[in-house]
């Protein structure tokens, strides 16, 4: 509407993030029972996890003040002291860090501090001069497009992409055509990727880094699937940090979504400029994850259940997707499955698909299905004509066997259908 601000139109007016959450929400409290949801970033409920959880809000309740100091006191808006000190003794211990809690600042889910840290490294400055957020790779995670509260601010590459067999591929970093300009304000890449389940090699980060510690511009790595937690990571991907990375990690995926947890790790500069926003936008965070958290971080307790309980997990629902796409789909067919290295998600590509992605979710939803199409996670792209963005599906292998299999039947129906021009 006109009554909007400049802020208020590109805030204001719904976005692809939006529609996505609202089907994931919906679909969690009334789907009928034939609908398969697979298209949100929902953690799995691991009955184990979820027991953990019970027994820290047992504790919590019992113990004296506990429950009070959880919901009836604010935090500063940095975070919770000992939490703070938890996670950065964490990283010191575990990784050889050098970090204090001076260099973490707690948001409200890992979501916020992206829009904290991109409109405030990126967009307008004093001079009038417009810098943007680069990413290295695109297909990237579509929580990012609409957060910009000025005007468009990322540039993306198109990856490489690489085929391997009949039907895997993975996309590497550019660096060919990664042409990192004075009006780029910081490159940013999620690790693993959501929506592909890429993991960036070592190299490709060491790479990436170098170049951000040539032009003095920092690297936010999106650590919201990695390692060392929740660790939803199936290749070897080294950890890193410095004093020009900032590091993002998030309570989530471990499966405390309802919490809104994440951490900021970055220089004392950016911590304390992430802090300051917190104040002004929400006053303080929720206590509550890093309540339940706390204890685990300082045992270590979170390591273990991360690489004992969620990795495994993990990796089995990973395979078992996989090779159910390989049973349902028709081998002649030219379909791809990016490799699945970490996160929640199956990248399915379908070359050549004579019809888009967004028709092919049309289908899906008249089927019971929900996807992603992929097109939506191509912005700041420059490129429109590229055919492969609109040959692309996200789906989530998270839930329930019946509900992973028989989506997947159902998309393999109507892929085929439509490559047979049905
Ligand atoms: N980054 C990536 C790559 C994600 O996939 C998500 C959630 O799906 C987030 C960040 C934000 O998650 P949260 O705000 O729950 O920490």
Redesign the pocket.
């Known amino acids: 509407s006109e009554n909007f601000s400049n802020f208020g139109q590109r805030l204001c007016m719904g976005s692809g993030i939006e529609e996505l959450m609202d089907d994931l929400g919906n679909a969690l409290v009334n789907g009928g029972p034939d609908t398969k949801m697979l298209g949100g970033?929902q953690p799995a409920h691991i009955p184990e996890v979820n027991a953990l959880w019970r027994r820290r809000m047992e504790e919590i309740l019992s113990s004296p003040g506990g429950m009070e100091k959880m919901l009836a006191n604010y935090d500063p808006p940095r975070g919770n002291p000992i939490f703070l000190e938890s996670i950065a003794q964490l990283f010191r211990e575990n990784f050889g860090w050098d970090i204090s809690a001076k260099n973490i600042a707690i948001t409200a889910?890992?979501?916020?501090a992206?829009f904290f840290l991109f409109n405030a490294l990126a967009g307008e400055f004093k001079d009038g001069s417009k810098k943007k957020i680069l990413l290295p790779l695109v297909p990237e995670?579509i929580?990012y497009s609409n957060q910009s509260v000025g005007s468009d601010i990322f540039r993306a590459v198109k990856p490489m992409i690489e085929k391997i067999g009949e039907h895997d591929f993975k996309y590497r970093v550019d660096f060919d055509n990664l042409n990192v300009d004075d009006d780029i304000a910081a490159i940013c890449v999620?690790r693993p990727?959501?929506p592909t389940g890429n993991v960036l090699t070592d190299n490709e980060i060491a790479k990436l880094r170098a170049l951000a510690d040539e032009k003095g511009i920092p690297l936010i790595i999106?650590n919201?699937?990695g390692a060392p937690f929740p660790n939803i990571i199936f290749t070897e991907a080294t950890p890193v940090w410095n004093d020009n990375i900032v590091l993002?990690l998030?309570?989530?995926?471990i499966g405390l979504?309802g919490t809104?947890?994440?951490i900021v790790i970055a220089r004392e500069e950016i911590a304390a400029a992430v802090s300051s926003m917190s104040a002004i936008v929400g006053l303080a965070n929720g206590n509550v994850g890093q309540q339940i958290m706390q204890p685990l971080v300082e045992s270590g307790e979170i390591l273990k259940l991360s690489n004992e309980v969620v990795k495994p997990f993990y990796v089995e629902k990973s395979r078992q997707a996989r090779a159910w796409v390989e049973e349902a789909f028709d081998p002649e067919l030219p379909y791809r499955v990016h490799l699945s290295e970490g996160?929640l998600f199956l990248w399915l590509w379908f070359e050549d698909l004579p019809i888009t992605t967004a028709e092919l979710y049309e289908r899906l939803k008249k089927r019971g299905v929900l996807v992603v199409s992929g097109h939506y996670f191509f912005f700041g792209l420059e490129d429109e004509s590229w055919q492969h963005r609109h040959e692309c599906i996200r789906m989530t292998y998270t839930m329930d066997e019946r509900t992973v299999q028989g989506g997947i039947q159902i998309i393999a129906e109507e892929v085929a259908a439509a490559y047979a021009g049905k």
């Open positions: 970033g889910g890992g979501q916020t992206f995670y929580g999620s990727t959501n999106d919201a699937y993002t998030s309570l989530s995926k979504p809104r947890t994440g996160a």
